[in-house]
Nanobody, 117 residues
């Protein structure tokens, strides 16, 4: 089994910053990538940012230039630095890990991010 534990959500005013962190443990072999998805009320879950084992990153267009994803491969952690937050960034954020060979997804329980004045 794979366990993902997130931390760092909360409430912030527009223009503010938050940092999310996630630690993976358990049967985490052959990681393809780790990252973050989010789901706003009434919307589908969407990719926010992903970073592969090789360091390649992929961001949603809506967060490019504002969010930065990083990993510590040795510690199996992934972080998301979120700057210049907007109300439309409000959502539940889920840590994700994709394991080879089938790119199987594992999820954390989610952490809430609220951006409001």
């Amino acid at each position: 089994q794979v366990q993902l534990v997130e931390s760092g959500g909360g409430s912030v005013q527009p223009g503010g910053s938050l940092r999310l962190s996630c630690k993976a443990s358990g049967s985490i072999f052959n990681i393809y990538g780790m990252g973050w998805y989010r789901q706003a009320p009434g919307k589908q879950r969407e990719l926010v940012a992903l970073i592969t084992n090789g360091g390649t990153t992929n961001y949603a267009d809506s967060v490019k230039g504002r969010f930065t994803v990083s990993r510590d491969n040795a510690k199996n952690t992934v972080s998301l630095q979120m700057n210049s937050l907007k109300p439309e960034d409000t959502a539940d954020y889920y840590c994700n890990v994709k394991l080879l060979p089938y790119y199987r997804d594992y999820w954390g329980r989610g952490t809430q991010v609220t951006v409001s004045s």
